[in-house]
């Protein structure tokens, strides 16, 4: 198995151009199921999850094209075409391994009138339960049948009727997963306390792209008419602001200066502001961010909320940068239960953090120190990488296969920046 080796201390300054995003693409490569046309995808990132999710459309019987890229490209081309579905099951040994599967549910069943999804069961942030997934279909119309591990879902007639549901919590898949059911639907959908993420908006302009009728793009209020069929369309994947964020902390917690490029500022508000606040540096341009450290960093106060709040996919970046802040910080996770795995391989670098619930107080340190670390999720895994590269002498990551589902060539990027860093194999 893989692991990540860094030689901390350097000074990142540079320029690093951001990929596509990861979590626009796990919900725009299932929008291709609901068209016999094909759907051409631009600046998809290079991901282990994005190969997995082609992989799923395969078995359901799209195919999948990489069209004229070159090897040092960041990101692809991809055409999918879904001419005929030959199967309706997601099956287990892939939802397992990639819980964003969970998102053929609506377009499989919006098209075929019949879907049948293994249940992706809890991961290491959470529980992650997809009964708003559920509860959403069944208000348009779905009839739902849990057996065996799997839910199946059945459209009476053949198609789903539309409705009305109001979210009691916001849920990005779960909104995800309604609106691309209801853009075939037979009648009106209206769609409340939906999430507002900017993947979100991301989707609902692909499924207009694709002929789609969509009311509200960017609010908590969706209304959707159904259309009787959705058409090819080329779309070009938005900007990862998380992964944005990620080397945006990497530049604060060097003292370095990054400009990153192929961003959308506008999408990075809160994980902005909270830079700024610990008196950071932030030049927004057209489509770059330039990120510079300033002497110290300051502590701050943070929750996690859904957008526009702090991101909770950015609490354990933040937390590995205000570990060398000049004071206490505080830090409060309410999306997922579990999602402080990072803390104690943080504490092993020398970080001193208390956690105590849904609470984390980190105190600043005046050095962090490398160490063999553990990977446990995916962003948890990004935060031990930042730790290693402020830390004094070499760190190992071990278990990159997470960090590899979210973060294009990674230490390719940093290395390009002045990291030292490298991946090694056990072979
Ligand atoms: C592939 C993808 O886009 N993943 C993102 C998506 O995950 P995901 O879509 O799984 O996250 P949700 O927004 O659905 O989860 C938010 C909260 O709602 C709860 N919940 C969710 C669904 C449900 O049916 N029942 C329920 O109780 C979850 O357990 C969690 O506490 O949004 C999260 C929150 O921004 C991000 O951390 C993930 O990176
Ligand atoms: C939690 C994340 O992803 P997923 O929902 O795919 O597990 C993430 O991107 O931080």
């Known amino acids: 198995m893989d692991r990540i080796i860094i030689r901390g201390g350097r000074r990142l300054s540079g320029r690093l151009p951001i990929s596509g995003a990861k979590n626009a693409a796990l919900t725009l490569m299932p929008c291709a199921l609901l068209t016999d046309e094909p759907l051409t995808l631009r600046n998809l990132p290079r991901l282990a999850d994005v190969d997995g999710f082609g992989h799923l459309l395969n078995q359901l019987g799209a195919s999948t094209r990489i069209e004229g890229t070159r090897p040092e490209d960041f990101g692809r081309v991809m055409t999918i075409r879904a001419g005929k579905l030959t199967s309706t099951e997601a099956p287990y040994d892939i939802v397992r391994k990639m819980r964003a599967s969970i998102l053929v549910l609506g377009p499989v069943l919006a098209r075929a009138g019949e879907a049948r999804v293994s249940l992706p069961g809890g991961c290491a942030i959470g529980n992650r339960p997809i009964d708003l997934h559920l509860k959403a279909l069944e208000a348009i119309g779905a009839e739902l049948e849990m057996a065996a591990g799997y839910v199946r879902a059945v459209a009476p007639g053949g198609r789903l009727t539309g409705g009305t549901y ?65 058409h090819g369309a080329t779309y070009a994947v938005m900007p990862d602001r998380i992964e944005a964020g990620s080397y945006a902390c990497a530049a604060a917690i060097t003292g370095g200066d990054l400009t990153l490029t192929g961003v959308a500022a506008d999408d990075m508000g809160a994980t902005l502001s909270a830079l700024t606040e610990a008196g950071v540096t932030v030049e927004a341009g057209r489509d770059s961010v330039r990120i510079a450290a300033n002497g110290p960093l300051r502590p701050l106060t943070l929750t996690t909320a859904p957008f526009p709040g702090f991101a909770t996919d950015m609490q354990a970046q933040f937390m590995a940068m205000l570990c060398k802040a000049d004071g206490s910080s505080v830090l409060t996770e309410t999306i997922f239960e579990n999602r402080y795995m990072h803390v104690p391989e943080l504490a092993r670098m020398g970080a001193d953090i208390t956690v105590s619930g849904r609470t984390a107080v980190v105190r600043g340190v005046e050095r962090l120190v ?31 296969y997470h960090l590899d589902r979210g973060y294009e060539r990674l230490e390719e990027k940093l290395s390009a920046v002045g990291a030292d860093i490298e991946r090694v194999g056990d072979g």
Do not use: H, Y
């Open 370 to 400: 490398g160490a063999p670390v553990m990977a446990t999720d995916l962003r948890a895994s990004m935060s031990l990488i930042l730790a290693g590269l402020a830390a004094e002498g070499e760190t190992q990551v071990s278990r990159v």
């Open 166 to 230: 109001r979210f009691p919590v916001v849920s990005v898949g779960a909104t995800e997963n309604v609106v691309m059911a209801a853009v075939l639907a037979k009648g009106p959908t209206r769609i409340e306390n939906a999430a507002r993420e900017p993947e979100i908006v991301d989707l609902c302009r692909c499924l207009v792209a694709m002929g789609a009728r969509i009311e509200g793009i960017g609010t908590g209020t969706l209304e959707i008419e159904g259309v009787d069929r959705l």
